[in-house]
């Protein structure tokens, strides 16, 4: 169902309507209270004088309570986030509105209402009303580069938006373009006596704005280890995407991996959140290889002393805040790379190199690193080798 806006007299304009926005707060209010009551049952205290057995099943039952609260309070804030979420409206002057109606007529498209939102960031959405008069199909992509010019605002067709236009009435949504662009690249080498990497990483942009680099290397290598990071990837991906913060994203992958019955299952999380546009990033290392940025020949090394996932129920990852500029890299890595380092130069040495690459593409600029790397260990895979790379740029 697409969502409908109420405007308000003080221009604030609400997502859903106040029916809607009520009961998500109520449901909200729900999953607070029985994490309140988990939380009361995780502070009993556990009995001294019974056996170790019952001991260690009582104290796994009420950090499992505990972690179950964590997650319901999760639910409760991304619920409370979406029913106060909140746009403030622009009217456009008659004049500006004249300026985009003409410039689209004169490709045969009309134009019958035009409405901007702005929303908690400053980033701007577009809703116009429009349909097309001519055969020829028109695609939203066209019309982004037609209103950019008339508005002197860079945007783009919304994800949810379709790819051409009809000759019926329809809303089309606009988001304003970020400040940023980035491009990224990857090398990988598998160890010499498997199949398949234990490595696995992911690319994806998880709102508007908002890209994050996703690297697990799971524990061991080949098929099993593949499986482990894959999963560990996955479920990071669709956590995020449902709105959960990455601190509770972790937490959740991590006790389901510490849960395990029959074996220990751990994997390494290296994460790296980019917002596009202000250039802020910030990193989220869980037993992961160190991360380094590249600004021309100086180079940053960001490293962080913590467990995989999967060792214990409750894990403290490390947060790192940079403030990235325009021509900057970012470059991760997983174990096996240094590992490969150690056995040359020795990782001290790998910032030196890094500040000498001169090439500007990511996948060059990975791909000289990896083969760094197989020189240093003359040829030997001992490791699953992975290497990302993400080049920032500002749009002129």
């Not at 938006?161 to 000759?167: E, G, Q, V, Y």
């Not at 994997?267 to 160190?290: P, R, V, W």
């Not at 990975?366 to 740029?393: E, F």
Request: net charge negative; proline share 2%; aromatic share 8%.
């Amino acid at each position: 169902m697409r969502k409908q806006a109420e405007i308000k007299d003080d221009n604030i304009v609400t997502i859903i309507t106040e029916y809607g926005r009520q009961k998500l707060l109520g449901y909200a209010e729900s999953f607070q209270d029985l994490a309140e009551l988990f939380e009361e049952e995780k502070a009993e205290i556990l009995p001294e004088d019974k056996d170790r057995q019952e001991y260690l099943w009582q104290k796994k039952l009420c950090e499992s309570r505990g972690l179950l609260a964590d997650h319901l309070k999760e639910m409760a804030n991304i619920m409370s986030n979406v029913a106060k979420e909140a746009y403030q409206y622009h009217p456009i002057g008659e004049r500006k509105y004249k300026q985009v109606a003409h410039c689209l007529k004169d490709v045969g498209i009309l134009l019958k209402n035009f409405m901007i939102l702005e929303n908690e960031d400053g980033h701007l959405t577009m809703s116009l009303m429009m349909k097309t008069q001519i055969q020829e199909a028109v695609t939203l992509e066209d019309v982004a580069d037609l209103i950019s010019v008339a508005m002197n605002v860079r945007v783009r067709a919304s994800d949810h938006t379709p790819l051409f236009m009809t000759k019926e009435w329809n809303v089309y949504y606009f988001l304003e373009e970020p400040a940023f662009h980035i491009l990224t690249g990857f090398a990988k080498a598998t160890k010499e006596t498997e199949k398949i990497s234990g490595d696995n990483y992911s690319f994806c942009e998880i709102e508007q704005g908002r890209m994050v680099a996703i690297l697990s290397d799971g524990m061991g290598s080949g098929e099993k280890a593949c499986e482990e990071s894959g999963r560990v990837i996955e479920m990071m991906e669709r956590l995020l995407e449902a709105g959960f913060r990455k601190e509770a994203a972790v937490q959740i992958i991590n006790g389901a991996l510490a849960s395990g019955e029959q074996e220990q299952n751990m994997s390494t999380l290296d994460i790296c959140e980019l917002n596009l546009y202000t250039g802020a990033c910030e990193f989220m290392k869980i037993g992961a290889a160190c991360t380094y940025i590249k600004r021309e020949h100086l180079v940053d090394r960001l490293s962080a002393r913590n467990l995989p996932l999967g060792v214990f129920q409750q894990i403290e990852p490390e947060t790192i805040h940079r403030q990235l500029q325009d021509g900057d890299y970012i470059i991760m890595l997983s174990d096996g790379v240094l590992d490969a380092l150690e056995q040359g130069i020795g990782e001290e040495i790998f910032p030196e190199l890094l500040g000498k690459i001169s090439h500007t593409n990511p996948g060059e600029i990975a791909g000289q690193i990896l083969n760094y790397c197989l020189h240093q260990s003359k040829g030997k895979i001992r490791d699953d080798m992975t290497v990302l790379v993400i080049g920032m740029w500002r749009y002129c």
